[in-house]
């Protein structure tokens, strides 16, 4: 894994104030900040659509994105890897 400069010195900052080695203190920073970074980031943060918010996304036609999307459609598709 590779780890910002930055970020590596503030690892190893807290692994001699808290006495843990190096990896133990990430490990321990990882399990501590996994909940956090869900509840940030994660996808429970995210909520579909109501029926106003569909409507004027997808209720005005727009020529430009539709003529992209049928040209996208019509380039081949590339063979899959073996």
Known sequence: ?????????????????????????????MKLGAPRL?????????????????RRAWGVPNAEFDALEHHCAGLPKPPPEE
């Open 1 to 29: 894994m590779v780890i910002p400069r930055d970020l590596l010195k503030e690892m190893r900052k807290t692994a001699k104030e808290t006495g843990l080695s190096l990896a133990d203190a990430m490990r321990q920073s």
């Open 38 to 54: 869900r509840e940030h980031l994660g996808s429970a943060r995210l909520k579909p659509f109501t029926k106003e918010e569909e």
